[in-house]
């Protein structure tokens, strides 16, 4: 089955710099990929949602790459700021829905960004 | 108003201990989910459900019931709790198969622990 790895673990960020967090997975059918940030003492937040089709999608100050090839999902975080400092988790599926379906999860990055 | 709640935030107990965790969401979706999240392990799927009186077996499902009473509410039942049971537990909702692609929203979480 599918196996997701998700690094660094932790990630300590100056303001103003960048920082990227990668996920490999395994399964080259792997269709959708989803950024979810976790502030805390909250729960999971969507960032961004990529398909097969999406290589580069950008967002409100992060940028997602999807390269296929190398079967690798980034997240990289552009300018941080202190509103950035969470825990991070990538998530990927198929794309199959119904019983036989399955989202993993890789393991969380904690980001800490240093004023 | 926040649209997935759970309850009791915080709960302490025995080890053999019997425990009930509350999740209600007014997203109207159909699908829910129980996940613990645990250091290293990311987030891991306990049960699931796609309707009022559903009840899917998720990964890790050993130790775990669960009860979807209403379209809105969702329980996670730990009738024997155990000291590896301790964990943060998250719930989630989404309005159709999240490995088909669809974003769940989640709750604040349920930090439990069993001595």
């Known amino acids: 089955g599918e196996q997701v790895e998700q690094r660094p673990p932790h990630l300590s960020v100056r303001e103003g710099d960048s920082a990227v967090i990668i996920c490999t997975y395994t399964d080259p059918n792997s269709y959708y990929f989803f950024w979810y940030k976790q502030e805390p003492g909250a729960g999971l937040q969507l960032l961004m949602k990529v398909f097969s089709s999406t290589e580069i999608n950008e967002g409100q100050g992060f940028t997602v790459l999807l390269n296929k090839k190398d079967k690798q999902l980034s997240l990289n975080l552009t300018a941080a700021h202190p509103g950035d400092s969470a825990v991070y988790f990538c998530?990927?599926?198929?794309?199959?829905?119904?019983?036989?379906?399955?989202?993993?999860f890789g393991e969380g990055t904690q980001v800490t960004v240093i004023s | 108003e926040a649209a997935v709640t759970q309850s009791p935030r915080n709960k302490v107990t025995v080890t053999g201990g019997n425990v009930t965790l509350s999740c209600r969401q007014t997203?109207?979706?159909?699908?829910m989910y129980w996940y613990r999240q645990d250091t290293g392990h990311g987030l891991r799927l306990i049960h699931y459900s796609y309707g009022a009186g559903n009840l899917q077996i998720g990964d890790v499902p050993d130790g775990y019931k669960a009860t979807r009473t209403t379209q809105e509410d969702f329980f996670l039942l730990l009738e024997l709790a155990s000291p590896s049971q301790t964990s943060l537990y998250f719930c989630?909702?989404?309005?159709?198969?999240?490995?088909?692609?669809?974003?769940?929203?989640f709750g604040p979480g349920t930090r439990l622990t069993v001595l």
């Open positions: 997203n109207s979706h159909n699908y």
């Open positions: 989630a909702s989404s309005d159709a198969w999240a490995w088909g692609g669809y974003e769940q929203y």
């Open positions: 998530a990927v599926s198929a794309g199959t829905g119904g019983l036989s379906g399955k989202l993993t």
